[in-house]
């Protein structure tokens, strides 16, 4: 079974940073593009950040400016840098194909709290 590894979420002060990592099978990262998802409790899951086989990006409103999305085919990985937090910014954070993600290519996803 086909999963993405989400890492490197954890609890943040308003303000701060994180770095999420996302690696998964190189048959998947070679033929698609890859996006960033976030669910917040009680709240559907959306689009983040994402970015094409060419590395064009787009992102949410919220976090334009704030957020940066890279890709290293080479080590079949999806990265996130975050800055500049906000609670708001609270969810459980995973990777998947884009735009229309695959349901059993699902994998934990990484908890982000930010909170003071």
């Known amino acids: 079974q086909v999963q993405f590894v989400e890492s490197g979420g954890g609890l943040v002060q308003p303000g701060g940073s994180l770095r999420l990592s996302c690696v998964g099978p190189?048959?998947?990262?070679?033929?698609?593009?890859m996006g960033w998802y976030r669910q917040a409790p009680g709240k559907q899951r959306e689009l983040v950040a994402g970015?094409?086989?060419?590395?064009?990006?787009n992102y949410v409103d919220s976090v334009k400016g704030r957020f940066t999305i890279s890709r290293d085919n080479a080590k079949n990985s999806v990265y996130l840098q975050m800055n500049s937090l906000k609670p708001e910014d609270t969810a459980v954070y995973s990777c998947n194909i884009q735009p229309r993600p695959w349901p059993s290519y699902w994998g934990q996803g990484t908890q982000v709290t930010v909170s003071s």
């Open positions: 190189g048959s998947i990262f070679s033929a698609y593009a």
């Open positions: 970015i094409t086989m060419r590395g064009n990006t």
